[in-house]
């Protein structure tokens, strides 16, 4: 996988990206866990959700969110993070002029700050939000959400409590004009632990309903992280 270097809003950004091999391929984003408890771009579900995408033809960029890894700058609560993945996808849209359309997944933190993102650009038609921390940070601003999406968590996530998520995911299926998508997993805490096979398997199923079953390519949909396998302690 390539690594790539550049200009985010705080100074260099270090990424991974791997462009599809057909033109006119989708953008995915892939936006890791909290900075500030382990939460890099190796995580492992950010892995997996990496190579889920390629695998299915898309362009996908990962990348270290400011202070992370080798990215410049420091933690800003969310709002420069915010700004580091608008220009992320910035970016990518660059390299993908004629990229027919956007997806985003985000991981905990990630899935917060990806919300966010896909409320500012209209070119994202779909998301995967995986344990999104609806009670540690507001979720109110997805007044309408935009897309069509998935939330994923586990039932065993004392982070994120389901309910607080049932709760959020609740208003907005009310919505209309969208169609919100569930999936629990049984046994599964805030960080998927040993249970990372199963999320990958709702999330596939997800993707298969919305895009059509694929073939995979050379590289397998799931592989384990390269460095840290988790990153986080106890906080989104």
């Known amino acids: 996988m390539p690594e790539v270097i550049f200009n985010g809003p705080a100074g260099r950004i270090e990424g991974r990206y791997h462009p599809a091999k057909k033109r006119r391929a989708p953008i995915a ?11 890099t771009m190796n995580n492992q579900i950010v892995y997996n959700l990496y190579y889920t995408f390629l695998n299915r033809g898309f362009s996908v960029l990962r990348f270290n969110f400011r202070g992370v890894g080798r990215s ?3 933690f800003d609560h969310g709002s420069g993070e915010l700004s580091d993945a608008a220009s992320a996808l910035d970016w990518a849209q ?18 917060w700050i990806g919300m966010q993102l896909l409320m500012r650009r209209p070119e994202v038609e779909g998301f995967i939000s995986v344990a999104p921390p609806a009670n540690r940070f507001d979720f ?15 039932d065993q996530d004392r982070v994120a409590p389901m309910k607080d998520v049932q709760t959020l995911i609740e208003k907005l299926k009310t919505q209309k004009g969208i169609v919100i998508d569930q999936a629990v997993v049984p046994g599964a805490n805030h960080f998927f632990e040993n249970r990372t096979e199963e999320l ?4 596939n199923a997800y993707l298969d309903k919305r ?5 995979p390519e050379e590289t397998p949909a799931a592989l384990p992280a390269p460095d840290d396998q988790s990153g986080e302690d106890d906080a989104a």
């Open 29 to 39: 984003l892939i936006l890791h866990p909290h900075p500030q408890f382990g939460g």
């Open 72 to 74: 410049q700058g420091n």
């Open 94 to 111: 660059a390299l993908n002029p004629d990229a027919r359309a956007c997806w985003i997944a985000g991981v905990s933190f990630g899935a």
């Open 140 to 154: 109110s601003f997805l007044a309408p959400c935009p897309s069509s999406g998935l939330f994923v968590h586990g």
């Open 200 to 203: 990958m398997v709702e999330v």
């Open 211 to 215: 895009l059509g079953a694929v073939e």
